[in-house]
Nanobody, 124 residues
Framework: QVQLVESGGGLVQAGGSLRLSCAAS????????MGWFRQAPEKAREFVAS????????YYADSVKGRFTISRDNAKNTVYLQMNSLKPEDTAVYYCAAANTAFRWYSPDAYGYWGQGTQVTVSS
């Protein structure tokens, strides 16, 4: 049974930082593209960042480029999202996801496994 468990969310002031973690089990972690998505109230789920199997290919949404960094540790079956210079508009539930294909890595439809999400709230 595949499980993705996010942690590290919380309440932070604008300009602050948070580091999200996602621990994976039940899958061959190194074979999967890992992504972070987020969903704010009454908005569609949106792509934040993805990292491909070896960690060599990184992609970011324009809205987070230069502020967020995705990384992975295949030995620990964990993917991270370091979030710096947080803004109130970053407030959302953040989800970790796994895809066994690199095709359409920006689309939620490409990801077959999802975590339960972790809330990030940025106050102004």
């Amino acid at each position: 049974q595949v499980q993705l468990v996010e942690s590290g969310g919380g309440l932070v002031q604008a300009g602050g930082s948070l580091r999200l973690s996602c621990a994976a089990s039940g899958l061959t972690f190194g074979s999967y593209v890992m992504g972070w998505f987020r969903q704010a109230p009454e908005k569609a789920r949106e792509f934040v960042a993805s990292i491909h199997r070896s960690g060599g290919n990184l992609y970011y949404a324009d809205s987070v480029k230069g502020r967020f960094t995705i990384s992975r540790d295949n030995a620990k079956n964990t993917v991270y999202l370091q979030m710096n210079s947080l803004k109130p508009e970053d407030t959302a539930v953040y989800y970790c996801a796994a895809a066994n294909t690199a095709f359409r890595w920006y689309s939620p439809d490409a990801y077959g496994y999802w975590g339960q999400g972790t809330q990030v709230t940025v106050s102004s």
